[in-house]
């Protein structure tokens, strides 16, 4: 089955995670990715571990696998006339390009929004910056921990105020990823009523902001600045964190009447002096908390689990994420862990598109990038979005021609291995870059 975005190609000049991340999230939905990285070395992802995976002479970094399915790749050295060239080349026959340096360097390289827009004018351009593309600190370096901290998000995360926390994945940077897909996505559906392509600007200062919900409004609206309050909800109690006989125990009464079945189903009386509504609950949170901890501390985790879904309250556990992957209800989504292992290809929903000359194949998996190294081509990254089939590299249209590659030029082996191991010289015309239709398996 086609993705919705099957006749989309982007060419993708971000690195690290939250452009590698937007593009990942259009490759997904169909698009074709052209990820253009620095011969120096690659995408910086490349080296960020442990863990590695794979031979020891080819390790493959698990943080890059993270965000760089669905993807071709070349390698251009953008401060050569020849990397220009091509790069312009392949802007002309493409549909968005997406782009992560900070503000000033693709003008500086020789790509300003206008001579991108005069090269093709139905072009869409996605930027994502660390701190916005204007104001005192536009063209701040941002990473994402840095956003984090700067942005407010830290601290309302952690224990108390006194020891604000990071969450513990690139929140910001994914933000960033999943509002720019969301722009291009929008700047997409006006092209085709205009034909004109348009900017679209993020960063992951905006991205952290932007989902600052309550919080924001509990400031911006009533003058209250909120602060680091653990596992409890700041406006809803009892929502959150509880221990029990044998463990934890979450559980979020988010209506009064949830709340009349949980007391009433553990012997409490709902309407106690200070317990009959929200406010006064939020008000007494810690008695709330004290009250709710000692109904359980005699009930093992199993046991309690059954008595409030009987009840019908919303529960559950803290799972590790081998737990998570593990999980029958994880598996019916399409997510899994699976081993990595050489010489094997993938069933299902997703191809390998295997490797030349000798080299092996991995097994491609919803959620990880899989892919085998093509020397002297561009190589493609296999897994998909669940609910459609991606082509295998047979299936594509052919292969763009290419020059010979110039000896020292990006041309050691496995220099980009996962995505491309190199340059590949020339650029794709519009036959090349246009995909044929998938066929339903």
Known sequence: MAGPLDDVVVIDLT??????????????????????????????????????????????????????????????????????????????????????????VLDRLGFSVERLHELNPGLVLLSISGFGHDGPQGGRAGYDQIAQGEGGLMSLTGADPEHPQRV?????????????????????????????????????????????????TRYTVAGEVGAAGGNHHPSICPYGLFTCADGMIQLACGSEGLWVKLAEGFGLDPFAPGFATNRERVGNRELVIETLNA?????????LMERLAELGIPAGEVRTLDRVYDWDQTRSHGRARWPWRSST??????????????????????????????????????????????RTRSERAPAPPRRPRAAGRGARRGLVRLVGPGPARGCPTRKHLRRPARSSR
């Open 345 to 390: 290809r993938c069933s299902g929903r997703s191809r390998s598109p295997g490797r030349r000359s000798g080299s092996t194949t991995t097994p491609s998996r919803a959620g990880a990038a899989n892919t085998g190294t093509r020397h002297g081509s561009v190589s493609t990254t296999s897994a998909c979005a669940p609910g459609w089939t991606r």
């Open 295 to 303: 109904a359980f501390a005699d009930l093992p985790h199993a046991t």
């Open 168 to 216: 513990g994945v690139p929140i910001g940077d994914l933000l960033a990823g999943m509002y720019g897909a969301y722009g291009v996505v929008s700047a997409l559906h006006e092209r085709n009523r205009t034909g004109k392509g348009r900017v679209v600007r993020t960063s992951l200062l905006a991205s952290i902001v932007g989902v600052h919900a309550f919080q924001g």
């Open 15 to 104: 690195r690290a995670l939250a452009g590698p991340h937007c593009a990942m999230m259009l490759g997904d939905m169909g698009a074709r990715v052209i990820k253009v990285e620095n011969p120096g070395g690659g995408d910086e992802s490349r080296g960020w571990g442990p863990p590695f995976v794979g031979p020891d002479d080819e390790p493959v970094s698990t943080y890059f696998l993270s965000c760089n399915r669905n993807k071709e790749s070349v390698t251009l050295d953008l401060k050569t006339d020849d990397g220009r060239e091509t790069l312009a080349r392949l802007v002309t026959h493409a549909d968005v390009l997406l782009e992560n340096f900070r503000p000033g």
